[in-house]
């Protein structure tokens, strides 16, 4: 079992940058493809980011595609979510989650986190 934590979250400007991270406890993310999901008040949740086994293949959403990059560090324990040019409606809580499979299915993803909040002030 993957167990994970969130953490980075806070309020920014429209425009501003924050990073995410998100740590493994106990263990590495090998062999594993990690993901970053968004869920706003009173709509579902939505994928983010994914990133594969290797670190070579990412997915974006094209809602965040040229804003957004997914990362891990060398030793596989924190995957992060460098975001920029943040807008009012990248608002939203903000988890990071685990699978075996190459998929951007939310209900794919097996491990998550307990999320982190991410307000966009206009």
């Known amino acids: 079992q993957v167990l994970l934590e969130e953490s980075g979250g806070g309020v920014v400007q429209a425009g501003g940058s924050l990073r995410l991270s998100c740590a493994t406890s106990?263990?590495?993310?090998?062999?594993?493809?990690m993901g970053w999901f968004r869920q706003a008040p009173g709509k579902e949740r939505e994928l983010v980011a994914v990133?594969?086994?290797?670190?070579?293949?990412?997915h974006y959403a094209d809602s965040v595609k040229g804003r957004f990059t997914i990362s891990a560090n060398a030793a596989k324990t924190t995957v992060y979510l460098q975001m920029g040019s943040l807008k009012p409606e990248d608002t939203a809580v903000y988890y990071c989650?685990?699978?075996?499979?190459?998929?951007?299915?939310?209900?794919?993803?097996?491990?998550w986190g307990q999320g982190t909040q991410v307000t966009g002030s206009s």
């Open positions: 989650a685990a699978t075996l499979l190459w998929t951007i299915v939310p209900e794919d993803f097996g491990a």
């Open positions: 106990g263990h590495t993310f090998k062999g594993f493809v």
């Open positions: 990133l594969g086994r290797s670190g070579g293949t990412t």
